[in-house]
């Protein structure tokens, strides 16, 4: 068992946090075993102890009433019986109008290291964003750099909510048009999206993978939030290579890609307004649902063809993207703590 197995945060809607034992997918809570989890210490983002401990060695699962208002990230410092002292938020952000929108941090990688909580994002288009959700971002998350992996006709049909963006805020655009309709439709007919994803990978190393990491090289663009339509394919690719880069092992990137089917009925909903989208449901709705979930086979593919074919995701980035070793060196420093 991974920590990730059954460590997440999750928010209630009175603001209350709890702490349970989640499968990968992140929708089937289970009961945790006893001594699991020994102390819940809230703290703010820095680590910094900003409540009392509480010791829960004697429970099988624990909740934390806080009182922080509903604008507030929430982090904890728990201590486990078998992964010591782990520091977790919140993975989904608890926005109004983007259901998918996640924090990346906390992953283990295989040195033993983690990623930086609230520094890279992964969600769904931001087009739905309320002005509540404008005010968090801002205040509580601080977003420098909106990455959109949309193409054209999809950012003019559903254009992102930028109005909560500050001046040092920027929009980057890395169009992935990949004629989505026809490829979505193709992908039907031949049961899944694995191949989509290679040929992402093969085809768009340079123009697309390479400048998203650039930007992560430099800490001025950070905090940092990618997305596409549903957060979950061009995203998940772009995820995936990142993670890997940084050293997260294939077992969690796969987790974390299977994260998006929590948010799947939400998306569902806004893809049947989407008019690039609306009539590839009408149509054939069976064989599209199926692609809506975020089946872990396809990014396993995926991963094997990158171990095949460029001997991981490092040689892949070193030999395919162009990025050197001490810029790897250096998204790892900046990525991780």
């Given at each position: 068992m991974r920590q990730d197995d059954y460590l997440k945060l999750i928010r209630t809607p009175d603001v209350?946090?709890?702490?349970?034992?989640?499968?990968?997918?992140?929708?089937?809570?289970?009961?945790?075993?006893?001594?699991?989890?020994?102390?819940?210490?809230?703290?703010?983002?820095?680590?910094?102890?900003?409540?009392?401990?509480?010791?829960?060695?004697?429970?099988?699962?624990?909740?934390?009433?806080?009182?922080?208002?509903?604008?507030?990230?929430?982090?904890?410092?728990?201590?486990?019986?078998?992964?010591?002292?782990?520091?977790?938020?919140?993975?989904?952000?608890?926005?109004?109008?983007?259901?998918?929108?996640?924090?990346?941090?906390?992953?283990?990688?295989?040195?033993?290291?983690?990623?930086?909580?609230?520094?890279?994002?992964?969600?769904?288009?931001?087009?739905?964003?309320?002005?509540?959700?404008?005010?968090?971002?801002?205040?509580?998350?601080?977003?420098?750099?909106?990455?959109?992996?949309?193409?054209?006709?999809?950012?003019?049909?559903?254009?992102?909510?930028?109005?909560?963006?500050?001046?040092?805020?920027?929009?980057?655009?890395?169009?992935?048009?990949?004629?989505?309709?026809?490829?979505?439709?193709?992908?039907?007919?031949?049961g899944g999206l694995g191949d989509f994803y290679i040929n992402l990978v093969d085809t768009r190393a340079t123009d697309i993978i390479k400048p998203f990491l650039e930007q992560l090289l430099d800490a001025k663009k950070l905090p940092f939030v990618y997305h596409c339509t549903a957060g979950k394919d061009r995203t998940g690719v772009a995820s995936a290579i990142l993670l890997g880069l940084i050293g997260v092992p294939d077992t969690t990137i796969v987790a974390d890609f299977s994260l998006t089917n929590v948010a799947t009925p939400t998306l569902v909903a806004e893809m049947e307004k989407n008019p690039k989208y609306a009539p590839l449901l009408k149509t054939n709705r069976a064989a599209m649902m199926k692609l809506l979930v975020a089946d872990p086979a396809w990014m396993e593919q995926m991963l094997t063809h990158i171990n095949k074919k460029y001997g991981g995701i490092e040689g892949y980035v070193r030999n395919a993207v162009g990025l050197n070793g001490t810029d790897i060196a250096a998204l790892r420093q900046r990525l991780l703590q």
């Open positions: 209350d946090v709890e702490l349970e034992v989640v499968d990968q997918n992140g929708n089937t809570k289970v009961t945790a075993r006893e001594g699991i989890i020994l102390s819940i210490t809230p703290c703010d983002v820095s680590g910094r102890p900003i409540g009392k401990r509480l010791d829960v060695r004697d429970k099988k699962s624990a909740s934390v009433t806080a009182n922080w208002s509903s604008k507030s990230r929430i982090y904890f410092l728990v201590e486990t019986t078998r992964f010591g002292k782990l520091f977790v938020a919140e993975r989904f952000l608890p926005l109004e109008g983007a259901k998918n929108f996640r924090d990346l941090g906390g992953y283990r990688t295989k040195s033993g290291q983690h990623v930086r909580w609230n520094t890279i994002f992964r969600s769904a288009s931001l087009n739905r964003l309320t002005a509540k959700d404008g005010s968090y971002l801002q205040t509580q998350v601080g977003i420098r750099t909106v990455c959109d992996f949309r193409g054209l006709s999809e950012r003019e049909a559903s254009p992102n909510i930028t109005d909560w963006m500050t001046p040092n805020a920027k929009m980057l655009l890395l169009s992935i048009e990949a004629d989505t309709g026809k490829s979505l439709s193709a992908a039907a007919m031949t």
